[in-house]
């Protein structure tokens, strides 16, 4: 009998992952510089409101023709925008303002395995052994980040507010991704990224208006203007295309290479000089991250299914 030969796609298509990678990277570089020129509510109602402009003609006709759809399922919706668009960003943006962007970025490289614990005990899904081992392995080396090389120092001192908020965050969208694939609602992925976009910069609203007066200007305007428009609609247009061509599987190893930019960029750009213990505990905890993917236990199927209609992953951070 022949053996199948394995297809191979071609290498042109790995830019499309790795370019949202790294779009997403800069992202979280932006959300450290937003802080103390701009407000967080500001910058969080100002983003999502230029991206739903900007996607609105050519998501618009599409969402006006599901509008059945988008109407009978619009809680679910809502409380979609809500996690992803106004907590997870919303605290990000907080979160700015009291840690490193170097922290940032190894927090929100959490999320996948974030992902397999919230699974756990929303869909019942049983966590393998990998899945909990590696979930140790980052947890020590979390530990290791998070108190400066001396895990015992959050017994003193306990963790910094920041990296709390961005643990939020990031526990925030793996609820999101989790709901995400337990709707699996039958829209298109354009579609439901922009209902959800409408449905969290009207959540935002509120807080955009209540917070004291942050108008733009030539120092935050650029912040704004990337961050509406790159890692809101470059980005998911980018990593749709990569689950696309690529699988998710392969897509999303690419995922893996934000904390290590951002911690480059970070400490280029930001002056944020790397010690030992965000490279010991970074590495352990993206090993982590590593180890409990190795066997999930997911469907390829259900994989791919729940990729596609996530355009938005760690996506709109």
């Known amino acids: 009998m022949q053996q199948a030969s394995v297809s191979h796609p071609p290498a042109r298509y790995l830019f499309f992952p790795l370019l949202a990678a790294l779009i997403w990277s800069v992202n979280m570089i932006v959300t450290k510089m937003s802080a103390g020129l701009i407000a967080p509510a500001a910058i969080g109602f100002y983003r999502w409101a230029l991206a739903g402009a900007l996607l609105t003609p050519f998501a618009l006709p599409g969402a006006w023709a599901q509008r059945a759809q988008i109407l009978r399922h619009w809680p679910k919706l809502a409380v979609l925008g809500g996690l992803a668009m106004a907590l997870y960003q919303g605290l990000a943006y907080v979160a700015a303002s009291t840690t490193t962007a170097t922290n940032m970025g190894i927090i929100t490289a959490m999320i996948p395995l974030l992902t397999i614990v919230v699974s756990a005990l929303v869909l019942r899904e049983r966590p393998t052994l990998m899945a909990l081992l590696g979930g140790l392995v980052s947890l020590a080396g979390l530990s290791l980040l998070i108190g400066e090389g001396d895990p015992a120092r959050l017994l003193q001192v306990g963790a910094n507010p920041g990296d709390l908020l961005m643990g939020v965050a990031a526990l925030a969208y793996a609820l999101y991704g989790v709901l995400l694939r337990l709707w699996a609602l039958p829209l298109g992925p354009w579609q439901s990224l922009y209902a959800q976009i409408a449905f969290?910069?009207?959540?935002?609203?509120?807080?955009?208006?209540?917070?004291?007066?942050?108008?733009?200007?030539?120092?935050?305007?650029?912040?704004?203007?990337?961050?509406?428009?790159?890692?809101?609609?470059?980005?998911?247009?980018?990593?749709?295309?990569?689950?696309?061509?690529?699988?998710?599987?392969?897509?999303?190893?690419?995922?893996?290479?934000?904390?290590?930019?951002?911690?480059?960029?970070?400490?280029?750009?930001?002056?944020?000089?790397?010690?030992?213990?965000?490279l010991v505990g970074g590495a352990m905890a993206l090993a982590g991250v590593m180890l409990a993917q190795m066997r999930a236990g997911r469907p390829a199927k259900a994989r791919r299914k729940a990729a596609e209609q996530d355009p938005s992953l760690c996506k709109s951070s």
């Open 200 to 278: 969290g910069t009207l959540f935002l609203l509120p807080t955009f208006l209540l917070a004291p007066p942050s108008p733009l200007n030539a120092d935050n305007l650029p912040l704004v203007l990337y961050a509406g428009v790159f890692p809101s609609l470059f980005a998911p247009f980018l990593w749709i295309q990569g689950v696309r061509h690529l699988g998710p599987n392969r897509a999303s190893i690419f995922l893996n290479v934000m904390p290590v930019v951002t911690v480059a960029i970070a400490a280029t750009f930001l002056g944020e000089k790397p010690h030992l213990f965000h």
